[in-house]
């Protein structure tokens, strides 16, 4: 299923392959139009929950902090139109310490390590992994629920990093997050008025007050709800209709970039096909820029412009989302891309399911080099003594961090 056309807009022709990655994070590549794409830089993200465990060793064991081989390459943009939102080596380590009362760090979770991203207006960044790849902490230091280490997360230009209070409060209208789990997400004593009305009363010029009411139904008629159900109450609404609140709520202060955090994993196959829908029909009506989080490729394949996949942590594949798709050139992805059902049953037979072998490192002591060498099929001794660049490789248009990424066609069975 490719994207729909109404956002194809016109991209620059294709550069060079040795032109598409440059050390000062300036470059050109092509859209989705023409099946090229930029590439990401090398970099890490591993998802850190309070409360998973994962990762954490056991007390008294002690834990060194793996450090990073090679500096990230920043991503090219596809055209020369301004960026929405720019990462640049963005860090979050999440501390291990022992001791009651005197504590001290014995290591580090590398929860995100070097991460480049750019997003353009209209356009929408799929990222991709299994869980505790880092997906989930990405887009909290995004929304600003958390705190980096170290990088920037620049929002037309402003830095979010190194803004605080009002100046912060301020410049995240323009970033807003809708969660995954619609069930747990709104707050089950407010009514859907009060719920999508909440950021007016802390951006209080947003809208005046006595317009309010008028606006929060308005926003309900634009994600396709009743504007008459305003007084009432989350557990009145199904999933579906629950999560078109909590979009309503992520509009209310008109912002540019919205972080779709797994927005349709707790919903029915047909009810995410409507919400899906909404986002895109948003998309074209608002100009809005998505970055995409989901563990169903088929939904990423759908409404992703540019695909970046993660695995502990770090970006090993980046480009145009429907070349990606088509032919994965690290092996990570062609991994993840034979374990989608194909509808065809004809299909079913002829294509080679790649089982991975062994359990995923622990993020707080991850491998050295390539942090998927321990599950890889094709690793040799420099994938532990060279980290690899996420780059173009020969015979690609989009990046792939592996010393033997090859094209493989995983998806149709043809190699």
């Known amino acids: 299923m490719s994207k729909k056309s109404a956002k194809d807009t016109p991209r620059e022709e294709n550069p060079p392959v040795d032109a598409a990655v440059v050390p000062d994070g300036t470059g050109d590549a092509t859209g989705k139009d023409t099946g090229a794409a930029s590439p990401a830089p090398d970099g890490a993200a591993t998802e850190a929950t309070a409360g998973d465990g994962a990762g954490t060793p056991a007390a008294g064991a002690t834990v060194t902090e793996t450090p990073r081989a090679s500096e990230p390459v920043a991503p090219p943009v596809l055209d020369k139109g301004e960026n929405v939102l720019e990462v640049r080596d963005l860090v979050k380590h999440f501390p291990i310490t022992q001791g009651i009362v005197l504590r001290r760090k014995v290591g580090a979770v590398q929860a995100v390590d070097g991460i480049n991203l750019d997003l353009r207006r209209g356009e929408t960044l799929g990222i991709v992994g299994e869980s505790g790849c880092g997906k989930s ?8 629920l958390e705190r980096p280490t170290s990088g920037t997360i620049k ?19 323009n970033i807003q997050m809708v969660f995954q789990d619609p069930y ?3 707050n089950p004593r407010m009514t859907v008025g009060d719920l999508i009305g909440e950021p007016f009363e802390i951006h209080t010029d947003v809208v005046p007050r006595q317009g309010r009411r008028q606006r929060v139904q308005e926003l309900l008629d634009l994600v396709g709800l009743n504007p008459d159900h305003i007084n009432r109450y989350p557990h009145q609404f199904s999933g579906g209709q629950r999560q078109r609140i909590g979009i309503a709520r992520a509009l209310a202060l008109e912002p540019e970039v919205l972080l779709c955090d797994e927005p349709v994993s707790a919903l029915d196959v047909s009810i995410q096909a409507q919400v899906i829908n909404l986002l895109e029909k948003l998309q074209d009506e608002l100009g809005l ?4 989080i989901a563990h169903d490729l088929s939904v990423v394949r759908h409404i992703a412009d540019k695909l970046g996949v993660m695995y502990l942590g770090r970006v090993v594949e980046y480009g145009n989302a429907e070349e990606i798709y088509e032919a994965p050139t ?28 062994g359990d995923v490192p622990s993020p707080a002591n991850p491998p050295s080099g390539c942090r998927f060498r321990t599950r890889c099929w094709k690793a040799e001794d420099v994938c532990a003594e060279e980290t690899p660049l996420l780059q173009v490789r020969e015979n690609s248009r989009h990046a792939s961090a592996c010393h033997f990424a090859q094209k493989r066609d995983v998806v149709h069975g043809s190699a």
């Open 137 to 144: 902490t990405l887009a909290k230091l995004l929304i600003g």
């Open 155 to 173: 929002v037309r230009g402003q830095d979010l990093t190194e803004l605080r209070g009002g100046d912060l409060l301020a410049a995240r209208r």
């Open 184 to 186: 747990t997400s709104l």
């Open 289 to 292: 820029s998505y970055l995409f």
């Open 330 to 357: 690290h092996p990570y992805t062609q991994a993840l891309l034979s374990a989608v059902p194909v509808p065809d049953p004809k299909l079913r037979g002829m294509r080679d399911e790649i089982v991975l072998e």
